[in-house]
């Protein structure tokens, strides 16, 4: 199905400024969890990685986290790692330079992270260039739609079981639109692919902290 790969154009313009995938051969998977933290979803979805010992990457919004500061804790004791999701999630396609660096700043105001996702995915490579010099810039591998009212769990996890292979970073998301159907598609993917001898790793083991 093609919209669960990443025909993005900006694969194209940018292929080294921005992390499509981790390159290794080793039986890993990099879960990650956009647009949280948000109580009730994002402790269920702690309680799950638990379950598994598996851990993930979440890419929070500055203002979400400074609503949610004792799940932000949560996150980082239990050992997983925070990536920066700009302060009030902005289109960086709809937003000038100066606008989308100041929201980003926002939001590391409220946590440190050497890790970024753009929201919606739109970057533009000027932003990018900027960015990238303070942050890995992260995209994703595979989208699982858990926040789509037309995809169901199962066709999603499908998908994933089809696709995901050493180094893919999956993406899904710990917010209300996704509410029931992440735990789901997670449980899923954490006993399909444990049972295949995956592990499931945060970023910041791949992606190291910038100065
Ligand atoms: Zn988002």
Redesign the pocket.
Known sequence: MFFYSTPHILQKISPTVLQWKVETQVKEIFLTF??GPVAGVTHEVLNVLDQYQAKATFFCNGKQALENPQIIEKIKQSGHCLGN?TYG?IDGWRSSVKDYLEDVKRCEDVFCSSLFRP?FGRITCRQARLLSRQYHIVMWSLMTYDFHPEIKPEQSLKIMKRKASPGSIILMHDSGKAGDKVIGILTGILEYFSLAGFTFSSLEKVFPKKA
Request: charged share 40%; no cysteine.
């Open positions: 956009d647009d999701h999630h929201p």
